[in-house]
């Protein structure tokens, strides 16, 4: 399963990604867990310290290993540079592994924030091309609210696009615009959750706004997911409910799948 998981910042894309790479881990699954939002957050919705946090580097930021695989140095625009560097060691040599989860921290540089045809940019394309055509673990990817890292080939081997939504005009408009760009890339299984839904008006609303765009699942709003912010503890230790609601949502992936 190579799962991408977007949404206006805020929504709870980040928790949903975590708990679900929990629950495959549970399963005994071997799962790369991928942080590709510049505002980097996934690490914390593991439980991960402080001290540990710091200790992972971002992919973005290896600037010898970029430069010795590309043969350009990060920052350079233009130029001459490998365009398919050597990326399958990255996720062993520097991905933080925790109980069958192998976390890998994208990052961003400046350069790559534009979206430019830099060392760095190629080689975080190159990584996620690879993690998600070649790897056979599980993966899923944390992803902004676009697909920067994404290009036509590694879209063809995206299984699912979850695009998180809460109750909001803002969040459904980010919904309709990235469900746009996913569908220009040939991404079939292009799914809504609602998240953080309080009652009927809440998913009433959500599925009215929606429109034409399919909703796969309802995760209601619990205070037990801030608590876990607060606190440093990983949602899904902290919340039991919204656990079971996101194994139901995968339940409901995998009978997409026909798993």
Request: proline share 4%; with cysteine; aromatic share 6%.
């Amino acid at each position: 399963m190579k799962i991408a998981v977007t949404g206006k910042g805020g929504v709870g894309k980040t928790t949903l990604s975590a708990i679900l790479s929990h629950i495959y881990a549970r399963e005994g699954r071997s799962v790369v867990a991928v942080d590709a939002d510049p505002d980097a957050n996934l690490a914390q919705a593991f439980g991960l310290t402080r001290k540990e946090i710091e200790g992972i580097r971002p992919i973005a930021e290896l600037t010898d290993v970029i430069a010795d695989r590309t043969g350009a140095r990060p920052g350079n625009m233009g130029g001459m540079f490998r365009l398919n560097p050597r990326v399958a060691d990255i996720p062993e040599e520097f991905g933080y592994r925790m109980n069958g989860i192998t976390l890998l921290v994208m990052g961003k540089s400046k350069e790559a924030a534009s979206g430019c045809y830099c060392p760095e940019n190629v080689f975080l394309r190159s990584l996620l091309r690879h993690l998600v055509l070649d790897r056979e673990e599980v993966v899923i990817v944390d992803m902004e609210a676009g697909i920067e890292h994404l290009t036509r080939g590694t879209a063809e081997g995206v299984d699912m696009f979850l695009i998180v939504v809460e109750p909001g005009q803002r969040s459904i408009q980010t919904a309709r615009t990235v469900r746009d760009m996913v569908a220009g890339l040939g991404i079939k299984r292009v799914y809504a959750v609602a998240n953080k839904v309080r009652n009927e008006r809440d998913e009433e609303f959500i599925r009215s706004a929606l429109g034409d765009m399919l909703l796969l699942g309802v995760i209601k709003f619990n205070p037990e997911i801030m608590e876990a912010d607060l606190s440093g503890v990983p949602p899904y230790e902290k919340s039991p409910e919204t656990v079971r609601e996101v194994e139901e949502l995968k339940n409901l992936i995998e009978r997409d799948f026909k798993i």
